[in-house]
């Protein structure tokens, strides 16, 4: 089945720095990777994610890259602001499936 | 739509006890899914169904887990007896397959519900 590393576990980072977070997937059939963002005590809520026939995707401060060949997308997130502070999931579907399989979490931190 | 909606949201149990939970998902979606999350292992699927049916269940621990969802508005996940390392965080999620009516279904986006979280004494 797929499995999807993510790194770092924990990030702080300065009010205005940019934040990245990686993720590896193993299964080669993925074509869907979102991102999901989980404050304290709250539901994970999807933030941005993206398709495999794409290589980068924008949102406003967030952006998205995917490299199929290396299997690997990130997540980066500039001008961060204490709001951003959550733990991140990475996901990856199997195969063409809609089973998501979520990466460990990374816990930001932005400090002021 | 009041999106996914999960019940209760705290249940204190002891060990041995049967434990259910509840679900019913965004009204139109086609895939529900049950995950748990704890802090050692993450979110973890533990099954889930298509259109009432359900397609993977190899997440679900032990027989002591079962799922079902007899029509397309509700589900039950139930433990049966509970044990204290199935004390976590219960999530309930509901999708629509992308691109809405292609034959091949692909993934959609998660909507979760706001958990159940399951302390088991």
């Known amino acids: 089945g797929e499995n999807v590393e993510q790194h770092p576990s924990t990030l702080s980072v300065q009010e205005g720095d940019s934040a990245v977070i990686k993720c590896t997937y193993s299964?080669?059939?993925?074509?869907?990777f979102p991102w999901y963002k989980q404050e304290l005590g709250k539901r994970p809520q999807l933030i941005i994610d993206?398709?495999?026939?794409?290589g980068e995707k924008k949102d406003q401060r967030i952006a998205v890259t995917l490299n199929k060949t290396a299997k690997h997308f990130s997540l980066h997130i500039t001008e961060t602001q204490p709001e951003d502070s959550a733990v991140y999931f990475c996901?990856?579907?199997?195969?063409?499936?809609?089973?998501?399989?979520f990466g460990t979490g990374t816990r930001l931190q932005v400090t002021l | 739509d009041a999106g996914v909606i999960q019940s209760p949201r705290h249940e204190v149990t002891e060990m041995g006890q049967e434990v259910t939970l509840r679900c019913k998902p965004i009204?139109?979606?086609?895939?529900l899914f049950w995950y748990r999350q704890t802090m050692m292992r993450g979110l973890e699927l533990l099954i889930y169904?298509?259109?009432?049916?359900?397609?993977?269940d190899s997440g679900m621990p032990e027989d002591r887990f079962s799922a079902k969802m007899p029509n397309a508005s509700f589900s039950t996940l139930k433990i049966q007896p509970s044990e204290p390392r199935d004390s976590a965080v219960y999530f309930c999620?509901?999708?629509?397959?992308?691109?809405?009516?292609?034959?091949?279904?692909?993934?959609?986006?998660?909507?979760f519900g706001e958990g159940s979280r399951l302390t088991v004494l």
């Open positions: 009204s139109g979606h086609d895939y």
């Open positions: 299964d080669s059939a993925s074509n869907y």
């Open positions: 993206i398709r495999s026939n794409v």
């Open positions: 169904f298509n259109n009432n049916v359900p397609i993977d």
């Open positions: 996901a990856a579907n199997t195969g063409t499936a809609s089973k998501l399989t």
């Open positions: 999620a509901s999708s629509l397959a992308y691109p809405k009516g292609r034959l091949a279904a692909n993934t959609g986006e998660l909507f």
